[in-house]
């Protein structure tokens, strides 16, 4: 009997009060916790149904002892009231060095405690991100978990990713929506306004040497050294991207000036 009410008092209880409550409450042995919830797994909740936690370890392993901020934008993750934040918690974990930084349209406070802070506003409102930055510094990890609507998306990515620590990631969740008119997406794949429009343009960036002056230049095309696309997800890498090209001087010649190749 008592191990069904362990296990609902780990998915239940856990998510939803501080460290320091939970130890108070001793549900379970603080050892036998430790073994089956060891503090590098991310692979609960909405990231485990999504598959998202995998994706990040793979990403982010390299990260796991420095000390930098991490930023996740949209933490609520509950329509019930003090309840959410899980997933600053599990940042925390995984991140035993790292200053934890969340911000939601709610007021997310309660959640509040060593190493883990919260600001409470629009993810669009520049002069807060920017703020929020200032204030913490080396920024190297943001997770966009927010509105997920494409407009939002984007404005919030051309003030934070300029803001981004070289060897830093951008991740944007639930990428989907780009497809989804009620989320103010578009059915139309090709639609340049949405969320994948911005990626995909991100993609011809990592490539912008081979263009000649075909086209403008944008702060991305050289501070983006990889686009890492899985489903619903995409990993955005930030670093200098300046290798170089060995296209030819004729490189724009039509290819019939050529004639056949064989």
């Known amino acids: ?26 549900v379970i042995d603080p050892q036998r916790r430790r073994r089956r919830n060891p503090p590098t797994a991310l692979n609960v909740g909405n990231w485990g149904k999504h598959r998202y936690a995998r994706r990040y370890e793979r990403q982010f392993k390299d990260l796991r002892r420095d000390r930098f901020t991490l930023l996740e934008i949209g933490i609520d993750g509950s329509r019930l009231e003090q309840a959410g934040g899980n997933s600053l918690r599990r940042w925390k974990h995984f991140f035993p060095k790292a200053q934890i930084v969340g911000l939601d349209l709610k007021d997310m406070s309660f959640v509040n405690e060593k190493r883990i802070v919260t600001y409470q506003g629009n993810q669009t409102d520049g002069y807060l991100l920017r703020s929020i930055v200032k204030k913490h510094g080396n920024l190297k990890i943001i997770v966009d978990d927010g509105s997920h609507r494409p407009e939002h998306i984007r404005a919030t990515f051309a003030v934070l990713f300029p803001l981004l620590s070289d060897g830093g990631f951008y991740a944007i969740e639930d ?19 949405t969320t994948m429009g911005m990626v995909k343009d991100l993609l011809d960036g990592l490539n912008y040497e081979e263009f000649g002056d075909q086209r403008p230049r944008f702060y991305t095309d050289s501070h983006v050294v990889a686009v890492h696309c899985y489903h619903n997800l995409v990993i955005i890498e930030k670093g200098l991207n300046a290798e170089g090209s060995d296209r030819p001087k004729d490189w724009a010649a039509p290819h019939e000036a050529y004639g056949s190749e064989r």
């Open 1 to 26: 009997m008592l191990q069904p009410l362990r296990r609902a008092a780990v998915r239940v209880v856990k998510p939803r009060v501080s460290d320091a409550t939970w130890a108070k409450l001793r």
């Open 175 to 193: 990428i989907q929506t780009s497809y989804w008119p009620r989320f103010g997406g578009s059915a139309d794949p090709k639609d340049p306004a």
